[in-house]
């Protein structure tokens, strides 16, 4: 980095934006300004999130009608460092939050980025509700097998004998197969990739973008400092050969038969796709039936173009 010199004739650094660095080849899509972010290195998040960026420019999507909403924990932080309307919301509430942006701005596609625990744990509620009533909403759940931020402890994804900060000898309880859970609640499309698989998570995530109705993305990711270490795994990096080494791509795989066990084979591709009316359209269909001309569907309440009765 090149330096300038101070009133004492110290040497210092120059300013951030003045070194002679290139630009982040994202900076357009990202809150350069909260840069540099909290992941330790080789953590799978950031890499998810460049994947995500990709497939949002993919998918040719105006940036103005897509919002990022995320809970609480390491991924937490995605919808925060994300140049969109952007909501940091409370632990294991994304998916609410995203419900009621979605229901009250049917014109904006809204983004669930979150964590398993935020999602699964606490929010798991809401979930398997917002997948059955097929809300319009795409969810993203970078799966680190633990509860990282708040120090790795075990969570419903952790795999059978996996340690974590509160299983010592070994996590004794069944987790969830996280495509299995989305597809039987109802969801219309579900995809699970690891970090690895950038291009394919990108294509995933354009197609996601797409769905209209409640749209399902797992990426496996490396928590280095937690999982990893913990479980005598390595790096973040020895993470991803593991990947390389361990997963089949099986599209159109039944979701029941995708468990993840410790260490074992990963089965990814994209296992759901499929169309059904999504809540607004099943709503509107069976309001405009019952109300006639006195039901006002969204864009007549915004241009005020009939009176409300
Ligand atoms: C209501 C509530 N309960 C618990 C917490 C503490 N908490 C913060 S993040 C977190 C877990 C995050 O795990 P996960 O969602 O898997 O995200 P990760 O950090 O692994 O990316 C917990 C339990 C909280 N902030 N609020
Ligand atoms: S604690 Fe784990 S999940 Fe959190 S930033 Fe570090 S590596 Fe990533």
């Not at 497939?55 to 140049?83: E, F, N, P, Q």
């Not at 197609?207 to 209209?212: S, T, V």
């Amino acid at each position: 980095m090149s330096r300038v010199t101070d009133s004492a004739g110290k040497r210092k650094k120059k300013p951030a934006e003045e070194a002679d660095v290139p630009p982040h080849p994202k900076e357009e899509f990202l809150r350069m300004d909260r840069i540099p972010h909290i992941w330790c290195p080789t953590c799978g998040i950031g890499t998810s999130v460049g994947a995500f960026i990709e497939g949002l420019k993919a998918s040719g999507l105006d940036r103005d009608k897509v919002a990022i909403v995320s809970g609480i924990g390491c991924t937490g932080r995605v919808a925060g460092y994300v140049k969109l309307d952007s909501y940091h919301t409370t632990h294991g509430r994304a998916i609410p939050f995203a419900v009621g942006l979605s229901l009250a701005r049917p014109d904006m596609k809204v983004v669930v980025y979150s964590g398993d625990g935020d999602l699964i744990s606490i929010g798991g509620n809401h979930f398997i509700h917002a997948a059955r009533r097929n809300h319009n909403l795409t969810v993203i759940c970078v799966n680190n097998f633990i509860y990282a931020m708040t120090g790795g402890q075990c969570a419903p994804t952790t795999p059978l004998g996996a340690i974590s900060s509160t299983t010592p000898y070994g996590y004794n309880e069944h987790p969830f197969n996280l495509p299995y859970l989305a597809a039987s609640c109802g969801a219309t499309y579900v995809a699970r990739w690891t970090a690895l698989h950038v291009r394919r998570l990108a294509e995933a995530v354009t197609e996601a973008l797409h769905k209209r109705g409640f749209s399902f993305i797992e990426v496996i990711c490396p928590c280095s400092t937690l999982y990893a270490r913990r479980n005598k795994l390595g790096t973040g990096l020895d993470l991803l050969k593991f990947y390389h080494d361990s997963c089949e791509i099986r599209h159109g795989e039944h979701p029941e038969n995708v468990d993840v066990a410790f260490q074992e084979k990963i089965i990814v591709g994209k296992f759901i796709d499929i169309d059904k009316p999504c809540y607004m359209d099943v709503r509107e269909k069976i309001l405009k039936k019952k109300l006639g001309d006195r039901y006002l569907s969204y864009p007549e309440l915004e241009h005020g173009r009939k009176q409300k009765v």
